[in-house]
C-alpha cells in the first residue's frame, strides 16, 4: 500500500514537468517510430493519479454542454464515460417544478438517468447499468428532464451538413437544456462535424489523445498486440473553456491554456468496465420526421410560399356559376333567336310602298 502510494507521488511530480518528447517503438504498423511524451510513458508504468482524475472529472462536470473531440481512438467515448461515472454510481434528484412533466406526473424525485447512444454498464457488475435508458429517438431528448445525455458519434446524428433538417422543437430544446436540468455530452472526430447549433450551445471543449496500443483480437479469434485498431492504454484528455474562442482549431488550442489536463491509464479503470469501446452506436431517429421520405430516407424537398392571392375555385364558391335552364339546348338555338327588327318605323315603308 506504501508502495502505492510513493508511485502515485513520483507520478504527481512528474506530470508537473511538463511533456517532453521520447522516442518508443508502438508496435502499430512494424517498425514505426512515434514520438511520445515522457508523461505517457510514465503514466504507462505507474499508472495516473486518482485525486487529479477526480479534480479533472469534476472540471468536465462543471460544464453542462461537453463536446469530447480526437481522432478514432483517442479515448473520446472514455473521457465521455468517465465524466459520467459519478451519475453511473447514482445521483438523486428532487424537484417540484410545476412546468416539469414528473410534477404533473406525481413523481417529485428519484435518480438521474442516462439517455445514452452506447450502452453503459455497472463497473462493478459488468451488466447494464440501471440507470441506462437507450437513445434511440429524438423525441426522448424533447422529453427529457433531470438526466445526463450522451450523443457519441453525434456527427452520424446532428451532421453540420444536415443543419437545415433539424427539427426546430429539437433546436429548442438544446438551448433551453438548464430549465430541463438536463446535461450533454457529445463526441465527434471533428468539431466542425457537428451541428451548428449544438457547437454554439457547448461550453467546453476536451481534446482526447491516446498513446500504446494493447491488445486487439484478430479475425482468427487469437490476441495479438499493436493491431491497427488495437484499444489505447494511456490517454490525455485537456478541457478548454469555450468562452475562449468562436471555433475550434489547432492553431487556437496551442494559443490557449487548458482549464484542466488529465492524464489517464485506461487498464483496470471504471470507465474502461463501464462500456464496451467496440460495441455499436445507437442510432437516432425522429430528426426530421416531416421532411424524411420513410422508404428511401431522402430529404422532401419544401414548399416555398411566395404569397397568397384568391383562387379561382374560391371565387367559384363565393360567386356560383350559371347553371343553364332545364330546356337549353344549344342545337334549337337558330329557332329561338327573335324575328330581325328594321330600322325604319311603318309608315315611312308604306309611303314608299305608294310612290312606287
Known amino acids: 500500500m506504501k508502495e502505492a502510494k510513493q508511485l502515485s507521488r513520483i507520478a504527481d511530480g512528474i506530470q508537473e514537468l511538463g511533456d517532453s518528447p521520447s522516442v518508443r517503438n508502438t508496435g502499430n504498423m512494424g517498425a514505426r ?13 505507474f499508472g495516473s493519479s486518482e485525486a487529479k482524475s477526480r479534480r479533472a ?22 473521457a465521455l464515460v468517465a465524466t459520467t ?6 445521483v438523486r434528484w428532487q424537484c417540484k417544478n410545476p412546468a416539469h412533466l414528473h410534477t404533473q406526473a406525481g413523481v417529485f424525485s428519484g435518480f438521474r438517468q442516462i439517455l445514452s447512444t452506447v450502452k453503459i454498464l455497472d463497473p462493478a457488475t459488468g451488466e447494464l447499468s440501471p440507470y441506462y435508458v437507450p437513445f434511440t429517438d429524438f423525441s426522448q431528448l424533447i422529453e427529457a428532464e433531470h438526466c445526463d445525455i450522451l450523443a457519441d ?8 451538413r444536415e443543419h437545415a433538417r433539424m427539427d426546430y422543437r429539437v433546436a429548442n430544446k438544446l438551448v433551453q437544456l438548464r430549465r430541463c436540468d438536463v446535461v450533454l455530452r457529445w463526441s465527434a472526430p471533428n468539431w466542425a462535424r457537428s451541428d451548428k447549433i449544438i457547437r454554439e450551445v457547448t461550453q467546453a471543449v476536451v481534446e482526447c489523445s491516446g498513446f500504446f496500443p494493447g491488445a486487439s483480437v484478430s479475425a482468427s479469434g487469437e490476441f495479438s498486440s499493436g493491431g491497427l485498431w488495437a484499444p489505447k492504454r494511456v490517454f490525455r484528455f485537456r478541457t478548454f473553456d469555450t468562452a475562449e474562442f468562436e471555433e475550434w482549431s489547432a492553431g487556437k488550442r496551442d494559443k490557449l491554456d487548458p482549464v484542466s489536463s488529465e492524464w489517464f491509464r485506461g487498464v483496470g479503470s471504471d470507465a474502461f468496465r463501464a462500456y464496451d469501446t467496440l460495441d455499436a452506436v445507437n442510432a437516432v431517429a425522429g430528426m426530421t420526421p416531416e421532411d424524411t421520405c420513410t422508404v428511401c430516407e431522402g430529404r422532401i424537398t419544401r414548399h416555398v410560399c411566395k404569397g397568397h ?7 367559384q364558391r363565393d360567386f356560383p356559376a350559371h347553371e ?4 337549353h339546348e344549344h342545337d334549337d338555338y337558330a329557332a329561338r333567336l327573335p324575328e330581325p327588327v328594321s330600322q325604319f318605323p311603318e309608315s315611312v315603308i308604306a309611303d314608299l310602298l305608294a310612290t312606287e
Open 309 to 315: 392571392t384568391p383562387k379561382k375555385e374560391t371565387l
Open 324 to 327: 343553364p335552364a332545364p330546356d
Open 153 to 160: 458519434e453525434i456527427n452520424g446524428i446532428a451532421s453540420s
Open 85 to 90: 461515472l459519478p451519475t453511473i454510481a447514482g
Open 33 to 45: 517510430k512515434q514520438k511520445l511524451p515522457l508523461m505517457a510513458n510514465i503514466i504507462l508504468l
Open 57 to 78: 472529472v469534476q472540471i468536465r462536470r462543471s460544464f453542462p454542454i461537453v463536446a469530447f473531440v480526437g481522432a478514432n481512438g483517442g479515448g473520446k467515448s472514455l
